[in-house]
């Protein structure tokens, strides 16, 4: 990091009252992107995928994450590992594309075979034609390289770097936070429910808008027409952050139909609604009637992915009858997470104006965006 960005990173970490925002290398500079893979996300607890990419026993999915090849695999005991897609002989990747393995991973290239927890299972010609073991060849020491992962209502997180806390620990605010709908059991809305967007922002600014409220007059007046700006408030926790609205009002059918409950809410979310951020990259929306999830993937610097899966809580919502409103509700989302790419993409554009010193946080509006940015620069804090 360059010697200029020192002073103004440790503005950043002062109170949202008097802070100044990340220094603008921070989202122009490919080198910085580099860093924060390291310090924000292999040493932390990202998202790279959710548990429905692998529903059954033998279902395995490549993920490129950090430019890392990962591979999520469904054992058979029901069992979700990830791990790193190469080969232990050559470093083949393994798996090319989404498949349901009938037995075993197989490489292509020289035929290593791996059981579906990453054990090597056989190794043939390896002592010469006809010989499929040799002495210096331990099996048992050449099984697939393990990620620490762990799934949480259904979205899979990693530890790259395999010394983070345990997940339960690193998230227990979040569980607490969200008690109901974390031990609750999730039903996917199937393929009208899932939408992926592409934006020329880095993936903080994704992150910052979201973090927010204060833009809904602006950005989403239809949004602010129901749920106002006076009717949120802001949320912040050491590993995550967000608003909270007062005003959920759940869609409802032609007939007067509307999606089931989760139970045991407490009526707190009989007009509630909550949306943290978890850092670094998921962002999470949590309603009485559907829950949804956005994965937040760096492609690089000025590049993001926005991965949005929606769940509901009850298999019945997720047949045919329900169809209609399903798609009306992800369209209503989608619609709404469209109308953020304009201002993150400008804001992406505006960190090259050479002048721009971070930007001045609003103590009230913006103490959840400050938290993020103060995140961040805390795991730059030894540069």
């Given at each position: 990091?360059k010697?200029e960005?020192?002073?103004?990173l440790?503005r950043v970490l002062e109170?949202v009252?008097?802070?100044?925002?990340?220094?603008?290398?921070?989202?122009?500079?490919?080198?910085l992107?580099e860093?924060?893979?390291?310090?924000?996300?292999?040493?932390?607890?990202?998202?790279?995928?959710f548990?429905?990419?692998?529903?059954?026993?033998?279902?395995?999915?490549p993920?490129?994450?950090l430019?890392?090849?990962?591979l999520?695999?469904?054992?058979?005991d029901?069992t979700?590992?990830?791990f790193?897609?190469?080969?232990?002989?050559?470093?083949?990747?393994?798996v090319d594309?989404?498949i349901?393995l009938?037995?075993?991973?197989?490489?292509?290239?020289?035929?290593?075979?791996?059981?579906?927890?990453?054990a090597?299972?056989a190794?043939?010609?390896?002592?010469?034609?006809g010989h499929?073991?040799h002495?210096?060849?331990?099996?048992s020491a050449?099984?697939?390289?393990?990620?620490?992962?762990?799934?949480?209502m259904?979205?899979?997180f990693?530890n790259?770097?395999?010394?983070a806390?345990?997940?339960?620990?690193?998230a227990?605010?979040l569980?607490?936070?969200?008690?109901?709908?974390?031990d609750?059991?999730?039903?996917?809305?199937?393929?009208?429910?899932?939408?992926?967007?592409?934006?020329?922002?880095?993936?903080?600014?994704?992150a910052?808008?979201?973090?927010?409220?204060?833009h809904?007059p602006w950005?989403?007046?239809?949004?602010n027409?129901?749920s106002?700006?006076?009717d949120?408030y802001?949320v912040?926790?050491e590993t995550f952050?967000?608003q909270?609205?007062?005003?959920?009002?759940?869609?409802?059918?032609?007939?007067?139909?509307r999606?089931?409950?989760?139970?045991?809410?407490?009526?707190?979310?009989?007009?509630?609604?909550?949306?943290?951020?978890?850092?670094p990259?998921v962002?999470f929306?949590?309603?009485?009637?559907?829950?949804?999830?956005i994965?937040?993937?760096?492609v690089?610097?000025?590049?993001?992915?926005?991965r949005?899966?929606i769940?509901?809580?009850?298999?019945?919502m997720?047949?045919?009858?329900?169809?209609?409103?399903?798609?009306?509700n992800a369209?209503?989302w989608?619609?709404?997470?469209i109308?953020?790419i304009g201002?993150?993409?400008?804001?992406?554009?505006?960190?090259?104006?050479?002048?721009?010193?971070?930007?001045?946080?609003s103590?009230?509006?913006?103490?959840?965006?400050?938290?993020?940015?103060?995140?961040?620069a805390?795991?730059?804090?030894?540069?």
């Amino acid at each position: 990091m360059k010697p200029e960005n020192f002073a103004t990173l440790a503005r950043v970490l002062e109170p949202v009252n008097s802070a100044r925002g990340l220094p603008n290398a921070f989202y122009t500079d490919p080198a910085l992107h580099e860093e924060e893979k390291k310090r924000l996300f292999a040493k932390g607890w990202p998202a790279i995928g959710f548990g429905k990419d692998v529903p059954e026993p033998g279902d395995a999915k490549p993920v490129s994450f950090l430019g890392i090849p990962l591979l999520l695999v469904r054992g058979r005991d029901g069992t979700l590992r990830v791990f790193q897609n190469v080969c232990r002989h050559r470093g083949m990747i393994l798996v090319d594309e989404p498949i349901r393995l009938k037995g075993v991973i197989r490489c292509p290239y020289h035929a290593w075979c791996y059981e579906l927890d990453g054990a090597l299972r056989a190794t043939p010609h390896v002592g010469g034609a006809g010989h499929n073991t040799h002495p210096d060849i331990d099996r048992s020491a050449l099984g697939l390289f393990e990620v620490r992962s762990a799934v949480f209502m259904d979205i899979v997180f990693v530890n790259i770097s395999g010394d983070a806390p345990e997940f339960r620990v690193y998230a227990a605010d979040l569980i607490a936070r969200a008690e109901a709908f974390a031990d609750a059991k999730l039903f996917h809305g199937g393929p009208d429910s899932s939408f992926s967007l592409e934006v020329k922002t880095n993936w903080k600014l994704a992150a910052e808008n979201y973090l927010e409220s204060y833009h809904l007059p602006w950005v989403h007046p239809g949004l602010n027409s129901y749920s106002r700006l006076e009717d949120h408030y802001n949320v912040v926790e050491e590993t995550f952050a967000g608003q909270g609205t007062l005003a959920y009002t759940p869609g409802f059918g032609p007939n007067g139909e509307r999606f089931s409950r989760f139970p045991g809410l407490s009526p707190k979310w009989d007009k509630g609604a909550e949306y943290p951020t978890f850092f670094p990259n998921v962002l999470f929306g949590f309603q009485n009637d559907h829950c949804y999830a956005i994965l937040i993937e760096p492609v690089a610097h000025d590049r993001t992915i926005e991965r949005v899966e929606i769940y509901y809580a009850s298999e019945e919502m997720t047949g045919a009858g329900f169809a209609a409103m399903r798609e009306k509700n992800a369209a209503m989302w989608k619609s709404i997470f469209i109308e953020d790419i304009g201002v993150v993409e400008g804001m992406q554009r505006g960190r090259w104006a050479p002048a721009f010193d971070g930007g001045k946080f609003s103590p009230v509006m913006d103490p959840c965006t400050h938290a993020f940015h103060h995140w961040v620069a805390s795991h730059f804090a030894d540069a």
